[in-house]
Structure formats: C-alpha cells, structure tokens
C-alpha cells in the first residue's frame, strides 16, 4: 500500500512504555559531588532534548524536569493549569492563553508569548523534521507548512512549504496569546499538556526560525531543575534545582541520569546501591524483585499499550485475514502469566483503560486465542511458510518475542525468527526506510488522557506514528469528527466507531496494557511514576 506521506517521516512516541525506556550501559556509579540530595535515575539514552522532537520516554522524563508545561492532570485526569494561568475558549476553537507571572528560562529570560509562538511555529514547520510536529495539526495554517511526499515512498527533496508560521497563532501582549484551530476540538487543553509544546528561550535561535545546532546538548527551559553541565551521550545526563522557580519547589537538590543500555544492568546496580530508582524492572527479575528489594518493589498504574506492527505494504501482510489469524495464535494471557508474571494485562483492545471511552475487548474474535482456527484462516489466506518478529534488543523484550515465536511456530505450523536491533533508534529508522523487518514489536504511551491520542497518531494516514503504512479513510473520517465533537461525550462516540475499524482491518496485533514495575533504593522515599511512566520529581526525596 502507498501512502500519502509528509517528506520527514518523524520517529514516534511509541518508546514510551516497556522498550524505549530501557536501559543498560553502565554509568550508574554512586559517586557524586553533589552531597546526598541527588537522586540517581536509570534512563535509556534519548534520541533528543528539544521538546518538539522527543517524543520517547527517556527524553521526556529528562524534559519533565527542565521544563514546566501549561497544564497537568489531576487524579481523574481532567487539565489544570501550571505554567498558564488561564486557558478559555468559547467555541472550542478560538482558544485564549494567559501566562502565570513569575515563569523564568534557567539564563533569566523571562517567559513570554512569544516563548511559545517562536517554538511552536518551529515545531510545526514540516522540513524541520521534529518528531512532535504533528500534534500541531489542530492549528490553523499547519498545512502550509509542511510537504508534501507524493507518491508516499518516503523522504525525499521536496518544494519549499507555503508558510513558515502558524497562521492560528496570535500574540495579544507579553502574557497573552490565542491559538486558532482549523476546527472545534473540545479536548484541545488537554493536548496543551503534552511536552512539544513547551517554549523556547530567546538564545535558543541562531536567527529567526532556525534553531541553534548544539541547544539540545544543554537545554534552557522553563522547569524546576536546569541543566548542569552538558548531555555526556550513553553516559548521564545531570540537571540540578532551580531556585528561580515559581512553583512547586523539589525536595531533592539535583538528578542524575545514568544512561544504561540493558535494562539487567540498570537493575543490578540497584540491587547493588549505585542507582536509586529503576523505572521498568526488567522481565526477567519481576520473580526476584520482590526479596531483592521488599517495600521498594512497587507498581502503579501506565498508560502503555504493547502491540506487534505489521508492515501493511508488503505483500505478505497486505490481507487482513491474514493479521487476523497470526492474532489468534497468539496466547496473550500465557504470555502474561509466563514470562510477566501477571505484572501487565492481556489487550483485546486497541485503547488503554486509563481513558474515558476505553472499551474491553473491541477486537472480539481476532483477539480470542483459537490455534486450530487461527491455522485454518491462515492457510486460506496464503500466509506465509515464514514469519520474522524485529525488536529493539535494548528493552528487555527477548523472552515475549520468543515466546511469541515459538506459539506461532506451533500453532501455524510456520517458520518464526526473532530478530533484535541494537536500539530502539536502529529499528525505528530501517522501518522508516521501509527495510524489510517482518513484523516489528511497538509500543505506545499516551501523551495527553484521551481516545483519539490512541487513534489519530498510531493509525491515521498521516500520523505520527503510523509505521506501518495503514491508511483507511473512513478511519481518517471518524477521527476528525471525533475531534470536532462539541464535548467529550459525542467525541467519544466518534472515536469509538473508529476504534471498530481497526478491529476489522488488523492492522496492529493488541497484546498487552501495562503497570509500572519499579524499584527504588533505601536513599530515596515518595518514590511515584505518573501515568506516563515518569517519576514524578517534585515529589521523591532522600532518606536523610
């Protein structure tokens, strides 16, 4: 299938969850400078640090501490504001913003309007390849900014956009803008929650537009903490406190990322006393973490939702029979059971349970595990005598690709290779290519609490996240009405329709909707993560 394409194929912020934030290296020593209020904090190296253009987990919760967004959530993960002072809109399109006094970059900038207008008009603009631009599609004058890839093959030289700048946005004063929408979006403060709209400082820009090569290595932003020193890459990344601040105050006087490249040895240094909190306990020691760590092996609720993608343009996987069938072979819940230990849950659903509108078991029969019809339906479609499974080595994801394997080997009587990358960067870039990799291990957190934030990037034609060359138009279509919805109710609706076309087209294989599993050591206490699978950093403190 060809598929209408914008030139920048943008990586996603599908590593949020179970693989993207896996680790390993080594750089998690306890020695340190700083006295004992420094936390230590296991991270995977991210992929960047300019907030319209992280969108994994290690880069946002590294970002989560350098910058402060407009809203947040409460528990019923309804907006509130925190770097705004108020967000009104009387028709859900015309949106009005007014900062909070007081809001300083870590160099002393003050935060203004046009913090906000300059970043987001960077982020949006199309050849400037940032992986969030597409949550800029809301606003009005988005479409000129971006080109068009024609023939849907992939990036490629391209004319010039129309426009550099978001026509929706419009400066009032220093502590007032207004965001214009293409159309109503009655959930759109919520988006406003999402990291790729922070602002940007005014040393940020080498000239207008044009953002300096080297920001990224030490971001300036809005936050509690700022940067000490610079990203040292696979080794650590350091932010200390901000005394400038004007909200919340941390409890703790600086983080220090330790970038790991495996997850086990991110885990034996907390075991060991070398890292104090580990935000994904490895799979292999989820039996174990109990004695390792007693109280300090905890779980609360994600919003990670783990699939198996299927390159949807490559003849093999072209049916939906087909997808339908390698589904039912599949046993989720023995899966979970084996090599989980009951730490996640089954998905027979294309939307995590933490959202309002999220449904149990949507994919219905394609979701029921079934070996002797699952054989039948495939043989009858053609399937392939052999099938690959392509995942990032770096997550802790080689005992449920396996697993996975050795169930479709014997239910479909197929061949099945498990295959790794290196890193989560190394797969995402040979699906971009569209190399082929077989069927390719995803995953999703969300980025703001609502349905379409499931649907719209995973699945649309032009979402920022959609690798796997899906396109269905009425999907396309329910979508966009969902957004335009007067209110959450009749969104929900809308988008709940969209979800039944991705039950009958199969273009991703639910597996799993997952809990945090992590650990901390006895320096550190109030130790939480977030429905985003972030630590929250205002909150953790040391023993001492």
Request: with cysteine; net charge negative.
């Amino acid at each position: 299938m060809r598929v209408r394409r914008r030139v920048v194929w943008t990586a996603a912020a599908l590593a949020a969850a179970l693989g993207a934030t896996a680790c390993g290296g080594g750089s998690g020593d306890s020695g340190t400078t700083d006295g004992g209020d420094v936390v230590r904090i296991g991270i995977a190296e991210p992929r960047h640090l300019v907030p319209s253009n992280a969108t994994e987990s290690a880069g946002a919760q590294v970002l989560a501490a350098l910058y402060t967004p407009l809203v947040e959530f409460d528990a019923d993960k309804r907006p509130y504001e925190v770097a705004a002072e108020s967000i009104e809109s009387a028709d859900n399109r015309v949106w009005t913003v007014k900062l909070k006094d007081g809001f300083t970059f870590h160099n002393g900038e003050p935060v203004v309007a046009d913090s906000y207008l300059n970043a987001w008009n960077h982020a949006a603009y199309g050849p400037n390849g940032n992986g969030g631009g597409y949550f800029f599609e809301q606003i009005q004058g988005y479409d000129d900014m971006q080109s068009e890839d024609p023939d849907g093959e992939g990036p490629q030289k391209a004319p010039t956009p129309k426009a550099r700048k978001l026509t929706g946005l419009r400066k009032v004063d220093n502590q007032t803008f207004t965001i214009t929408l293409a159309g109503p979006f009655a959930e759109f403060e919520s988006v406003l929650g999402y990291h790729v709209f922070s602002p940007l400082p005014n040393a940020a820009w080498s000239s207008d537009g044009v953002l300096k090569e080297d920001f990224e290595q030490a971001p300036i932003g809005n936050g509690p903490f700022k940067m000490k020193g610079t990203w040292e890459h696979d080794s650590k990344i350091e932010v200390e406190r901000y005394d400038a601040y004007p909200g919340d105050k941390p409890k703790v006087r600086g983080v220090r990322f330790g970038i790991y490249q495996q997850l086990p040895t991110q885990y034996a240094d907390l075991v060991a006393g070398n890292v104090d909190v580990v935000p994904t306990v490895p799979t292999e020691n989820l039996s174990n973490a109990p004695a390792d760590l007693g109280d300090r092996f905890k779980k609360s609720p994600f919003s990670s939702f783990q699939f198996l993608a299927f390159p949807t343009y490559q003849p093999e996987f072209a049916k939906p029979e087909v997808r339908k069938a390698i589904s039912m072979a599949i046993d989720r819940d023995e899966i979970v059971k084996s090599v989980f230990k009951d730490s996640q849950t089954s998905a027979r659903a294309f939307v995590s349970p933490v959202v309002a509108g999220a449904r149990p078991d949507t994919c219905g029969e394609a979701c029921q595990f079934d070996p002797a019809r699952a054989r039948a339906a495939y043989q009858a479609a053609g399937g392939s005598a052999r099938l690959q499974i392509s995942y990032n080595g770096d997550g802790g994801h080689q005992a449920w690709i396996e697993a996975t394997c050795n169930q479709l080997r014997t239910n479909l009587g197929v061949e099945c290779v498990a295959t790794p990358e290196s890193k989560f960067a190394d797969l995402l870039e040979k699906v971009e290519r569209r190399t082929p990799v077989g069927m390719f291990r995803m995953a999703w957190t969300m980025d703001y609490p609502s349905m379409q934030n499931y649907l719209g990037p995973l699945y649309g034609t032009d979402g920022s996240s959609n690798y796997y060359g899906y396109r269905n138009p009425d999907f396309d279509r329910l979508v966009r009405e969902g957004v335009r919805a007067p209110n959450q109710a009749e969104a929900i609706k809308k988008y709940q329709q969209a979800e039944e076309i991705l039950v009958r087209d199969m273009p991703v294989i639910p597996l799993r909707f997952g809990q945090n599993n992590f650990g901390h050591s006895e320096r550190v206490r109030d130790v939480e993560l977030d429905l985003f699978g972030r630590v929250d950093l205002l909150k953790i403190r040391t023993t001492g």
